[in-house]
């Protein structure tokens, strides 16, 4: 997207100052904000209520497709928008497996972790990572081959489960 539709380095700029790190304190906030409470509560509002409430209106792939624009329209990015789209997939899939936001919450979290890490890290410590200004393409295989093989077991699990446990379920016996 970026080829097509360069992000603008002022608004980088401005993202990148609002994860960057200086203190203790600033981690604290960052991870709090950032990472836990803003995948818990954005789980709970587009996997945990609108797919939900759109699942009872249609079938689940509408619902799940439908939420992920929507996700993707919420985070204003246009930039990001396929990205944004395919883990809302991903995390609306696994809602509706697991019938829970649960482990979506989690696998969002995690993903709003790695970002914050890599944005504090800095672009020259990365460079491993970049090829010809792009992420290494045997990155984005190994990635992808760990997402199915996630996925796989996932479902494997789901499948096993009627429901993964929680504290606010228990799996019917």
Known sequence: MGMLLPFPEELAAVLKQLLI???????????LGAVLLAGLFEEMLFRGFVQTS??????????????????????????WLAQIVLLGVILGVMAWKSDSIIPGAIVHAINNAISVVLINVGEDKIEVIEWHGHIHPLLLL????????????????????????????????
Request: glycine letters at 2%; hydrophobic letters at 55%.
């Open 21 to 31: 790190a200086s203190s203790f304190f600033d981690w604290l906030i960052i991870l």
């Open 54 to 79: 759109l699942e009872q209106y249609g079938d689940v792939t509408r619902a799940i497709l439908w939420t992920a624009l929507l996700f993707a329209a919420f985070h204003v990015n246009p930039w």
């Open 142 to 173: 190994a990635a992808l081959a760990a997402l199915v093989f996630s996925l796989r077991l996932f479902y494997q699990y789901c499948d096993e489960e009627s429901e993964i446990p929680t504290l606010i379920n228990t799996p019917n016996d």
